[in-house]
């Protein structure tokens, strides 16, 4: 049997990879994720979880360990934020290209400059195209549930995947997380294996240079090209959806908690009106919502548990017969708009002419306060745009002040 205990988003990402048996973990401190690797080294050092601890002097060479281990068959395990995602951009590629099953918890924190340690989702949003799966979490339970369910798809898939979580909102904030036990976290996640054979006596190069069209390799088959190695991972990706929604119903199975849905959805089966968001986003909003509910408003709240690859097919249905849409999110794509309310409108476009108002917010940026009466306003300008009112091209920025 597991039990609850009370503990911060870093505490509970870092012995989730404990649970998961992880074998290998590179270490590199930047706030606010620098006390996952430091409770993950008091359970190496205590004997309580059998890992190689290896400490880097960045982390571009924290990806390069993960990359280096994985290929060879270990669990790996590193976590970072910001600039120092940012700093692994080259690895992330190989990671994602090389079909590594590494999974790295990333606690959302804004990008310098200006410098800030604080809370916005422009760190991964950014690396959205680099291959990875992104899971997005709402609360203390989901950063240790996504992450288990994280390392099965990964080794599933062969993709790694980001575990997103936010920076101090999450990382430092203590919640009650139900722990599962260590026999019911194996009988859902087994050691992994690898798809191929290291044998000494017969090396074989991996990743080598591939050329424009297909090869014979040693064995006289045709390798794929790198446009086939390309396409092989968005195939990947677009077949992903199912198995993770299979896994999360699996997962539910033996916890109590299912992630057969990658919609977190919270009063929207008659709602007219939807907040869309992202991690804790979804948690405010959801209050908010009691508040409109309370003022005859049918509101609700649809928020994404995985980003990548993009539920566009579940995202378009949950949002069939609303009005009007405000899309809230912590993030900006310089000269258009926030990348979740692009993608929503990319989703919708395709799906029988549905056509809701969408409109899109962009709060929380550096670790702004998101306040009720910031989501209430989304809501009403949202509502007076859905009667008729002229609508606004360009993402309305709340809160931000000067």
């Known amino acids: 049997m597991g039990q609850t205990l009370i503990l911060t988003g870093n505490q509970t990402a870092a012995l989730a990879a404990k649970l998961c048996r992880v074998q290998v973990i590179a270490a590199y401190p930047i706030t606010p994720q620098s006390k996952i690797p430091e409770v993950l080294s008091e359970y190496v050092e205590k004997g309580e979880l059998p890992a190689e601890f290896v400490r880097v002097e960045s982390e571009h060479s924290a990806m390069g360990v993960c990359i280096s281990a994985s290929m060879v068959g270990a669990r790996v395990f590193t976590a970072t934020a910001a600039n120092g995602l940012a700093y692994m951009h080259e690895q992330l590629h190989w990671a994602a290209g090389a079909r590594l099953p590494i ?89 992994y294996r690898l798809p191929y054979t290291i044998d000494a006596q017969n090396p074989v190069n991996i990743n080598p240079v591939v050329m424009t069209d ?105 949002v069939s017969g609303v009005k009007g849409i405000a899309v809230v999110e912590k993030a900006i794509s310089y000269g258009y708009e926030g990348a979740l309310a692009t993608e929503l409108k990319a989703a919708l476009f395709s799906a029988n002419g549905l056509r809701p108002v969408v409109t899109n917010y962009v709060v929380g940026l550096g670790g702004k306060d998101v306040k009720p009466t910031d989501l209430l306003e989304a809501a009403r300008d949202t509502l007076t745009q859905v009667d008729g009112a002229s609508r606004h091209e360009h993402p309305k920025w709340l809160g931000s002040g000067v």
Do not use: K
């Not at 709402?138 to 898939?157: G, H, M, P, V």
């Open 103 to 191: 999974v790295m918890p990333v606690t959302n924190r804004g990008l310098g400059a200006p410098w800030t340690i604080l809370n916005d989702m422009q760190d991964s949003i950014a690396q959205r195209d680099t291959g990875w799966m992104q899971f997005y979490c709402l609360n203390n339970q989901e950063i240790l549930d996504q992450t288990i369910l994280a390392y099965r798809t990964a080794e599933a898939l062969l993709v790694p995947i980001m575990v997103c979580f936010d920076g101090f909102r999450l990382s430092h904030t203590m919640m009650p997380v139900e722990i599962p036990s260590q026999d019911e976290v194996d009988a859902f996640l087994p050691p």
């Open 214 to 318: 297909p090869l014979p390799d040693p064995a006289g088959e045709l390798a794929p090209s790198y446009m086939g190695f390309r396409r092989r991972l968005q195939e990947a990706h677009e077949s992903a959806l199912p198995v993770i929604a299979r896994l999360g119903r699996e997962f539910g199975e033996i916890f109590g908690r299912s992630y057969e849905d990658s919609l977190y959805r919270y009063r929207n089966e008659d709602a007219d009106f939807l907040f869309l968001t992202m991690g804790s986003l979804s948690s405010e909003a959801s209050d908010t919502v009691d508040i409109l509910r309370d003022e005859g408003v049918r509101a609700g709240v649809i928020g994404l548990r995985v980003f990548r690859p993009f539920p566009a097919h579940q995202l378009a249905s949950a």
